[in-house]
């Protein structure tokens, strides 16, 4: 999930996840997320060369670990209503979350966040 924009995407992995994996999967889901939401190949390039390198660090902003939580709170809610895992889809889910307005956002969607971003508008 991006700290500035709240976008966010899942990750399912079958196998144990390491740095590496989830580093990876980052990428492609974030990839994936922006193409989904019609972003060109040309910002989506753009994007992808800002993240040669990925690291993990704690959150330690509690006002960030909270909108993490309602986030995976809202995931799980929407997988639930649509059937679990096994039934839903998972690109419809993630599209849901990231359109929906966030206070923490002024009441702008993740992705209007993200596309503001992309443009250099924000910071």
């Known amino acids: 999930?991006?700290?500035?924009?709240?976008?966010?995407?899942l990750?399912?992995?079958g196998e144990r996840v390491t740095p590496a994996k989830l580093f990876?999967?980052?990428i492609g889901g974030l990839l994936l997320t922006l193409e989904?939401?019609?972003?060109s190949e040309?910002?989506?390039d753009r994007v992808l060369a800002e993240y040669a390198v990925g690291a993990i660090d704690r959150a330690t902003?509690?006002?960030?670990?909270?909108?993490?939580?309602?986030?995976a709170l809202d995931y799980a809610a929407f997988i639930e209503h649509d059937g679990g895992?096994?039934?839903?889809?998972?690109s419809d889910v993630v599209m849901s979350i990231n359109t929906r307005p966030a206070k923490r956002?002024?009441?702008d969607s993740p992705l209007e966040v993200t596309a503001l971003l992309l443009r250099g508008v924000a910071t």
Do not use: K, P, Y
């Open 36 to 39: 989904t939401a019609g972003h």
């Open 85 to 90: 895992l096994s039934r839903c889809n998972i």
């Open 11 to 13: 990750m399912l992995e």
């Open 105 to 107: 956002l002024g009441f």
């Open 42 to 44: 040309q910002t989506r």
């Open 24 to 26: 990876s999967s980052f």
């Open 1 to 9: 999930m991006s700290e500035r924009s709240l976008l966010s995407f």
């Open 61 to 71: 902003d509690l006002s960030l670990l909270g909108s993490l939580t309602n986030v």
